[in-house]
Each structure stands twice: as structure tokens, then as C-alpha cells.
């Protein structure tokens, strides 16, 4: 049995939309990421993952701004990330409101910055993202929200962070995320056998059924979800900045099948009825 | 006058700390300032970090002795997280080092006590907390409610008599805030934890409130 559970709403954001994409592909836009926040406040999550998912490919992060502004009404632990490059970015977004910092891309293409950043700010600060793809049984680590894949095996990747003083890992199944066909089953015993420091699981989730089957074969400290939780609250937040992005899905008020209406507080009662984690 | 200064020695998420005082009405400033700090009818000590690093910034803003003299004025202070650690004697950390100790006591590390695994010594997440004590800034809050942790030391009170709520990590039971007398300090992270945390900043406008001395 699973002691604290953390059930954390992932935010990912393009621009001021809050984004969901499949495979971490055709990002559609959704809405206004305050709307969705707020509701996953009042609804009793653990945490919420703040992610700019274009910010390592164009360079920029309009990340600082969102947060604060949801660091003034939300209390609730933030971990934040996306274009995260160096010590200052890094005191930038702490000092936005961002509780935890987390970078993926510059801790591949400098791994020594994992030591530096732990050492500056210590272990439970710095999270490590690791976004991870399968290809003829081998399990891969991508860059750039999975945009430029890698030949770094993510075995020897895992144990490399950990030993370089991370304090947590997000870990997110290219391969499932936005499926809504549940968590790679496979990577997450892979992961349990690897690693001692704490994990969160990301992507997949679709059905209440999916969080019992990765509970039973690993322990993580957070389950991260997207678009199970999103999907059911889009039509009410058509606030949307103009600029760019993909509409279609939200404008046309499309649904989405593979995904049940599922809120925070249900998968956590089905979590303690199936007595799989329990508080304190 | 300030309802709140919240103690800068560059370490911790102070806006954090600073949105929850706005929520509860109390009005605050994020200072290093020996005039401002005493002046101000309550401090806040946040911080989440490194205990030596901590402790080398106050003593080179001298922040040591201002605390010293609030803590003689009787006003309120609250220390959170590595706030709360600094208050004691002593630290383990990196070797250990000495604290500000205004309480008897000192600083151990996770690991030895409640980890079975190696090395894993990050306590993070939501634990309840069980009430030792009534009449403080918990009084408002229920009894075995859940409060966000992040930590890897925790404090150890010579003087059992001052801790206000205990909590667990596999059903070992540690110290999760204390009262002693106008220092109150928690190891959670009331500004972090939803509704239920926010209660003990309310508390704090009412206590700030009901003493116009201050």
C-alpha cells in the first residue's frame, strides 16, 4: 500500500493556453490554465506541475508570469519547468512563486548542471523530467518535449540523475501520454526495480481501472494527469489568448471519447476503497 | 507598521509566504531591515534549503541579533521549514553547525530514523498532523488534518512540553511544530497547504488582532 499519494493536475502551457497534446504531438488548446487551476484547487489536489512545453525549443518562457499570478491565490506546492538552463533561471522562477524547479533538456545536454543546481538550491528543490520513448524493447530519453529523440538509454539515465543528488523524477511515457490507454506497465516495474529516490508517474491515464494496475507493480510518490482531468472542463473555459495555437478541437466543443469525466476527488476515493493507498 | 515582516536571507519561497498573508488580511513586507523587522508587530522566518548556507546569510546581515531583540519584545514569531530548524541548537546537516538556539534541542536527519532504504531521506508530500497542545496559531485548523511537507531533517525539542503537533512517516512519529513562548514554528508548509493551512495565518491576523500592545 502506497503511503501519500500525491494526485497532481499537469498544466502544460503554449504561450497563456493550457495545451494537451497526444504522444506529446498536435497540441490542441484547451483554455485559460487559471480557470483549470482553480478548480483543481478547490477539488483537493496535491500539487500542480506548471510546464512551458515550447520554452527549450523557441528559447523563451512566459512561465514567470503565469505562475505568480497563480501563486497569489493558490496555495498549493508548485513545481514548475520548461526552458529551465542555468542557476539564475532558476532563482527567477522561485522567486515568480514556483516552489520546485524542473528541467529535462539542459540536464541532458549538461548533466553536471543537475550537481550544480542541487548543490545551490538543495536536492528538494531541483526535479529532474525525464521523457522517455520505447523502441524495439529499449526504453529511450527525447528532448524538447520529445522532439528531438536521443540514444541515452533510460536506464543508465535514471541511475545517472539519482547518483548526481535529484531529489524527485517526473517521468513521462511518450508512448501513453494522451492515449487515455493507461501508464506503460512495463516502465513502471522497470523504474520501481531502478531507482530509490521518489518518482511521479505521467501519462496514460484514462479510467479509474488504469490507476490500480500501476499501483499494483510500482510506488510512486505522484501520479501526474492531464487530460483525463482536462477534458471534462474545457467547454467552460473559453478564454483564450488570440495569438497562436490550435483551436479547432475547443471551438468546434468536440469531445473526447477515450476519457471518462473523472474528477480528483473520485480517483482519490477509489484509490482509498481499494485500499491501494492510504494517509499518513 | 507592518502586521508581518517576512525575514529576506535570500533563501525560500517568500512570494509564497507573502499571497497567504495578503489571503488572511495581514499586511506584510519582505525585509532585511533591522528597523522595519522591529518595528512590525509579527515576523515570519520562511526558508527551504541548506541549514549552513541559512545560517551564514543571517549572521552576515546580522539578522541573528535583530531576532534576538524581537524575541524579547514578546511579539509573535513563526518560523516555516528550515525557519522552524534555525531556532535550534544545533544542525546535522553537512556535518552539522550551530543554530540561532532560542530553543533547546537539535536537527537530525530523515534517514536515520525512518528510512529503511538507502540514502532516501526527502519526506515529501501530505501528512497529518496530530494535536499535543491547544491555545495556539493551530487552534483553528482540525485535529489530524493534512499539511504539505518537504523536508529531510526535522527538529528534536529537548523539552517535550513545547511541541504543538506530532505527525508520521512510516508510523514513526516526529515533532511537526512546536510553541514555546511567543515563538511558534511549523515543518510543514502552511502556505502550501490548501485552506487548511491558510487557518493559521488567519489565526495569526486574529492573535496580532487581540493584542493592541503589539
Redesign the interface.
Known amino acids: 500500500m502506497i ?4 494526485i497532481i493536475p499537469k498544466i502544460d502551457v503554449k504561450n497563456f493556453n493550457l495545451v494537451k497534446g497526444i504522444h506529446l504531438e498536435g497540441l490542441r488548446v484547451l483554455g485559460d490554465p487559471k480557470v483549470f487551476i482553480k478548480y483543481y ?1 478547490d477539488s483537493g489536489a ?2 500542480i506541475i506548471y510546464h512551458d512545453v515550447v520554452a527549450s525549443l523557441y528559447g523563451k518562457n512566459q512561465l514567470k508570469e503565469l505562475v ?1 499570478r497563480t ?3 493558490i ?3 508548485l513545481t514548475v519547468g520548461g526552458g529551465i538552463s542555468s542557476i539564475e533561471s532558476i532563482k527567477a522562477m ?7 524547479v524542473f528541467a529535462n533538456t539542459a540536464f541532458i545536454k549538461n548533466p553536471k548542471l543537475i550537481n550544480e543546481t542541487v548543490k545551490y ?5 531541483i526535479v529532474a523530467s525525464i521523457e522517455t520513448i520505447s523502441k524495439d524493447g529499449e526504453y529511450y530519453c527525447s528532448m524538447d518535449f520529445g522532439r528531438e529523440e536521443t540514444q541515452i538509454k533510460l536506464d543508465e539515465w535514471l541511475m545517472e540523475v539519482q547518483d548526481r543528488g535529484i ?2 523524477i517526473v517521468i513521462t511515457s511518450i508512448d501513453q501520454d494522451g492515449t487515455g490507454k493507461g501508464f506503460d506497465l512495463k516502465l513502471a516495474e522497470k523504474i520501481s526495480k531502478k531507482i ?3 518518482y511521479i508517474i505521467n501519462g496514460g491515464f484514462g479510467k479509474l481501472n488504469h490507476f490500480d494496475e500501476v499501483l499494483n507493480c510500482c510506488d510512486p ?2 501520479i501526474a494527469i492531464g487530460s483525463i482531468l482536462h477534458y471534462g472542463l474545457k467547454n467552460e473555459n473559453l478564454v483564450l489568448d488570440q495569438e497562436e495555437g490550435n483551436k479547432d478541437f475547443i471551438l468546434k466543443n468536440k469531445k473526447y471519447l477515450n476519457f471518462g469525466e473523472i474528477s480528483i476527488k473520485k480517483i482519490k476515493d477509489h484509490l482509498k476503497n481499494k485500499a491501494l493507498i492510504r ?2 | 507598521m507592518y502586521d508581518v515582516a517576512i525575514i529576506n536571507y535570500e533563501m525560500g ?4 509566504v507573502s ?2 498573508c ?2 488572511a488580511g495581514l499586511k506584510s513586507i519582505i525585509t532585511n531591515e533591522e528597523s522595519t523587522i522591529l518595528k512590525s508587530k509579527s515576523i515570519i522566518l520562511p526558508g ?3 541549514f549552513k548556507q541559512a545560517m551564514e546569510n543571517i549572521k552576515k546581515k546580522k539578522l541573528d541579533k535583530t531576532l534576538l531583540i524581537f524575541f524579547k519584545t514578546g511579539k509573535p514569531i513563526i518560523g516555516i521549514c528550515l525557519g522552524m530548524q534555525l531556532f535550534f541548537e544545533r544542525s546535522d546537516e553537512l556535518g552539522g553547525s550551530n543554530g540561532l538556539g532560542l530553543i533547546k534541542g537539535e536537527v537530525i536527519s530523515n534517514s536515520k530514523y525512518f528510512f529503511n ?4 531521506h ?1 519526506n ?5 498532523i496530530f494535536f499535543q497542545k491547544k491555545n495556539n496559531l493551530l487552534k483553528n485548523c482540525n485535529n489530524s488534518s ?1 499539511m ?1 511537507f ?3 531533517y526535522f527538529c528534536k525539542p529537548k523539552n517535550k512540553e513545547i511541541i504543538s503537533s506530532e ?2 512517516i ?1 508510523d514513526e512519529i516526529f515533532c511537526s511544530s512546536i510553541s514555546y513562548r511567543n515563538i511558534e514554528c511549523f515543518q510543514f ?1 502552511p ?5 487548511e ?2 487557518k493559521i495565518y488567519s489565526s495569526l491576523k486574529n492573535k496580532i488582532n487581540s493584542c493592541p500592545q503589539y
Open positions: 503511503k501519500n499519494l500525491r484547487y496535491d500539487e505568480s501563486a497569489n491565490d496555495f498549493l506546492p522561485l522567486s515568480s512563486g514556483a516552489d520546485r538550491f538543495g536536492s528538494s528543490t531529489g524527485e530509490y529516490i521518489p510518490s505522484g494517509e499518513t | 519561497n517568500l512570494y509564497s499571497s497567504a495578503n489571503n527551504v534549503g541548506c532504504k538507502n540514502n532516501e526527502l515529501i508530500g501530505w501528512n497529518e493534512r504539505y518537504i523536508h529531510s505527525s508520521k512510516n508548509h502556505e502550501k497547504s490548501g485552506k493551512g491558510l
